[in-house]
């Protein structure tokens, strides 16, 4: 009986590891912890961290490490980059609180937030 | 492919007697570069060789055509760094065709960051190319930075909005959709309202008996929404064309065949010219994937298709460029 529960737990464990998705790619909500920070990083089809919260009058500075150009779009029309090819970056002042939505234009499934406090 | 997708070939909605283990056959023939015919109801097959056989007995008044796809002129990163020559085989393989295309459609990503030298290199290149017509749609790499204002500048002659436009050949009604435009945030490909309404009308008057050809960048079904591989609002130019008793739709953005038919309509996307990219969900993101370098030309291609007059369906060849 016990070594029917050890296996059982073991299978449990490996289902739920296994049950992962494999595709890190468009990933919006990755963690639900407040990420902090000034850099977003595009990686795999995907901006990292995908909210980021800073303080009023913070430069965030996007980078993009794919081999695919990306662009940053902001839902609102308040912001928005030329593509940046591998290892091009786009900043951006955020004097104003609030949450900004943006997303990859050439890519819209790649979505994010900046919140700024 | 999955069985899943095996079945979504399956459905026999035309009635032309076609059975499940033969159609499935043919599909398996297609992808080693062999094709299939429809001729009252039968399908046969054609090996690469046997083509030639195909072409001479192809009557006046009988279609070939060639799509290119995803051309991405500019890319250097590791998965091709000579994007440039993968494009001039791609153009060998167009000219050593036994017969000369009438035309080729290039459906998209003619260049990887919108910039004039990367659009004037593939215009150079594509003058060597035995067919002398080229029509095209963009791709979201076509037009980036300016809202499409360059690619309309180059190739918007005779097209309306961001680009869609139709004309006919040999009785064959082709439609040229723009699905790269206006995208929005967690969205698809879009064509927009403007771009329907002109479609149900362009096609309104046709008789069902017409064939019709589709060209757009993103695949107009379903391919893998996760990957932005689909088409949000796709789904009303279909109904438009539902009516017609053969529709073409040829697709790339995906730099990899994928095949399915629904109905009367056949829906084929074309391999890049430029570099592979991974199956839908197979691997971290749908972004250029690295081969080792003596299997990459066998992942990309050209694709060509003909059309014989009263036959149902059109025939489709894949070929890479080993």
């Known amino acids: 009986m016990k070594n029917r529960l050890w296996v059982l737990a073991m299978a449990l464990v490996l289902i739920t590891a296994g049950a992962r998705n494999p595709s890190k790619a468009f990933a919006a909500s990755a963690n639900t912890q407040a990420a902090t920070g000034t850099v977003v990083k595009i990686d795999n089809f995907s901006f990292s961290p995908a909210e980021l919260t800073v303080p009023v009058g913070t430069t965030v500075r996007w980078t993009n490490a794919d081999d695919i150009p990306h662009t940053i779009v902001s839902d609102d029309k308040i912001f928005k980059s030329k593509a940046l090819d591998t290892d091009e970056q786009f900043t951006y002042t955020f004097t104003k609180p609030g949450t900004y939505g943006y997303f990859c234009g050439l890519h819209p499934k790649m979505t994010a937030k900046i919140v700024v406090q | ?322």
């Open chain 2, 1 to 322: 492919m999955s069985d899943k997708k095996n079945d979504e070939l399956l459905h026999d909605h035309n009635h032309d007697g076609i059975d499940r283990r033969g159609f499935l056959k043919c599909m398996a023939w297609a992808g080693t570069g062999a094709f299939c015919v429809m001729k009252g109801g039968v399908l046969s097959s054609y090996g690469l060789g046997g083509f030639s056989d195909f072409a001479k007995h192809a009557a006046k008044g009988d279609l070939s055509f060639v799509q290119i796809s995803d051309s991405h002129m500019g890319f250097d990163k590791a998965a091709n760094p000579d994007v440039v020559s993968t494009f001039k085989a791609a153009i060998d393989k167009i000219n050593a065709l036994p017969t000369p295309p009438a035309f080729i459609l290039h459906t998209g990503d003619i260049s990887h960051l919108s910039k004039p030298a990367e659009f004037d290199t593939v215009d150079q290149l594509l003058k060597g190319a035995s067919a002398k017509d080229v029509f095209f749609v963009p791709g979201e790499h076509d037009v980036l930075n300016d809202d499409g204002k360059q690619y309309l500048e180059r190739y918007g002659k005779g097209t309306q909005g961001a680009g869609w436009h139709s004309f006919d050949n040999k009785g064959v009604h082709f439609v040229g959709l723009v699905n790269v435009m206006n995208l929005k945030a967690g969205g698809l490909g879009s064509l927009g309202a403007e771009q329907l309404d002109w479609l149900e009308k362009d096609v309104k008057h046709l008789s069902k008996s017409t064939p019709i050809v589709v060209f757009a960048h993103i695949p107009l079904w379903s391919v893998y929404p996760e990957w932005g591989w689909g088409t949000d609002d796709s789904g009303h130019a279909l109904s438009y064309l539902k009516r017609f008793g053969s529709v073409t739709v040829l697709n790339g953005h995906i730099h990899q065949t994928m095949q399915k038919v629904e109905g009367n309509i056949t829906f084929h996307t074309a391999t890049s010219t430029a570099f592979p990219q991974p199956k839908p969900g197979q691997g971290p993101s749908p972004g250029p994937m690295k081969v080792p370098a003596d299997q990459l030309r066998s992942l990309l291609g050209v694709t060509d298709v003909n059309y014989v007059q009263h036959h149902h369906a059109l025939a489709i060849t894949d070929s890479d460029l080993v």
